[in-house]
């Protein structure tokens, strides 16, 4: 308790609580409101997209000639909204879901037509980034391990304090195990708590998989904050005063948490550079500029063919003409978009490859992948996506080939999207092993610690060199 009377007598603690919890609750919120403007947008794309389903089989009903059209309704009428499924606390760490969409509208056209429309909304947020709980766990925590550890070794010798007590008989190595732990617990308790809280602010019902989630959240950022924690007490250990131990660990920080990261999202998009976008919107203008060609051509020769029609082509041949443009249309695009799904794929690879050079790096990956919002989710979203569009697409182009209309029943059979599931089993898999490295590396820097306070010579010596220099 004397450690915890010293803290709060100096306030430093009080000022750790207050600013901490304010600081995380708010991310939470901000995160909340994020993710709630998304599912409010998905949520109202899907009741007008069901509304005009339930019109459209009205219609279909009485005979109306677009409701019975195949081709109208596929190409034209209606665009499916299919949506990512919402996962649980997800607004504690936004990850890649300012990046890329988590809503397509689908329609019997190519994938190209919507897979498209995939920039960033908002490119200010893009900009700045996302003020998430995740941000405070992987910028803020490392800062306050720092302020509270960075003299806990150094500082007492400093003051006198470890002299004073070898000369009693009492033992250093347990005077600052005492005052480690101390801190450390405190800390994490403050940060379960924050968590908790900052869980209560989202949105959905608390289920099983919420409490796995929270957990996960818990269990990791206490293991990145004993990380950077047995890295002050190392850092504390082997320097000669307060100012040297501090720079050590602000450079430490500024190496770990800012240019490891930013060098490693450089290195990933030079070593496998995105496709260019100008390539994408080239290759689409020439390939509708080529299948207009043919629908020109093709309604040319229909019209040849029935002398007797003026004006338009039926609907029927007007729409199977579209259909075989756009599958002409869909196989130049579809080699390029492939091409930009490999690419993220390689990208991910490679991230995977270089997460391990950072805890920062580790964590954050781990945090969203917990909260569902990382690149891997995304990917299994966007193939679940091109899935369900052969079916929509199937569904229309056979009865625009059959000459089939759609009856008030075809409305009810129409294709379901069915998004990828949470899987908890796969997310555990995946923060085995940056929580085992992590916490390698802190029981590794708390046995080289604990080495040096076995001899209080070494430390004193420091202090020496550090008088005589």
Request: charged residues 20%.
């Amino acid at each position: 308790m004397g450690e915890l009377n010293l803290l709060r007598r100096e306030q430093i603690m009080v000022w750790i609580v207050i600013g901490l919890l304010v600081a995380m609750l708010f991310a939470a919120f901000s995160g909340r409101l994020l993710i709630a403007e998304k599912r409010s947008i998905a949520s109202q794309a899907d009741n007008e997209a069901q509304m005009l389903i339930a019109s459209l089989k009205t219609q279909a009903a009485g005979g109306a000639d677009t409701a019975r059209s195949a081709g109208a309704v596929g190409y034209s009428v209606l665009a499916m909204p299919v949506s990512k499924a919402a996962t649980p606390l997800e607004g504690l760490a936004i990850g890649q879901n300012d990046f890329l969409p988590e809503t397509y509208r689908v329609t019997a056209r190519g994938a190209h037509t919507f897979f498209g429309q995939s920039d960033p909304e908002n490119s200010l947020r893009l900009a700045l980034g996302n003020f998430d709980v995740a941000f405070i766990v992987i910028w803020v925590l490392p800062l306050l391990a720092i302020g509270l550890f960075f003299d806990i070794v150094v500082g007492e010798r400093e003051r006198g304090v470890l002299a004073l007590a070898s000369v009693a008989g009492a033992s250093v190595g347990r005077i600052v195990r005492y005052k480690w732990w101390s801190r450390f617990s405190v800390l994490a308790l403050l940060l379960a708590f924050a968590l908790f809280l900052s869980a209560l602010l989202q949105q959905g019902p608390w289920g099983t998989t919420t409490t796995f989630v929270l957990t996960g959240w818990i269990v990791t950022t206490i293991v990145y904050l004993a990380l950077w924690c047995a890295l002050a007490l190392y850092v504390s250990t082997v320097t000669r005063s307060s100012e040297s131990a501090a720079t050590y660990l602000a450079g430490a920080w500024l190496v770990f948490v800012v240019l490891v990261p930013a060098i490693g999202n450089l290195l990933v998009t030079s070593v496998v550079p995105p496709p260019s976008r100008v390539e994408l919107t080239a290759t689409l203008r020439e390939a509708t500029e080529q299948a207009d060609k043919a629908i020109a051509a093709q309604r040319e020769q229909w019209f040849f063919d029935h002398p007797d029609v003026s004006g338009d082509m039926d609907r029927q041949a007007y729409y199977a003409s579209v259909a075989r443009s756009e599958a002409e249309i869909d196989k130049v695009m579809s080699p390029l978009l492939a091409e930009f799904a490999q690419n993220s794929r390689d990208q991910q690879r490679i991230v995977e490859s270089l997460k391990y050079l950072s805890p920062s790096t580790l964590t954050f990956r781990a945090l969203t992948a917990l909260s569902g919002s990382d690149g891997d989710q995304h990917a299994a979203f966007r193939d679940a996506v091109i899935a369900f569009h052969e079916k929509w697409r199937r569904f229309f182009v056979s009865r625009i080939e059959t000459a089939e209309a759609m009856t008030a029943e075809d409305y009810d059979r129409l294709p379901v999207f069915e998004p990828p599931a949470y899987e908890t089993r796969a997310i555990l898999r995946l923060l085995i092993a940056p929580m085992l490295v992590m916490l390698g590396l802190t029981c590794g820097l708390c046995f080289l610690a604990s080495r040096r306070l076995r001899n209080p010579e070494d430390i004193f010596a420091l202090s020496s060199q550090n008088r005589y220099s």
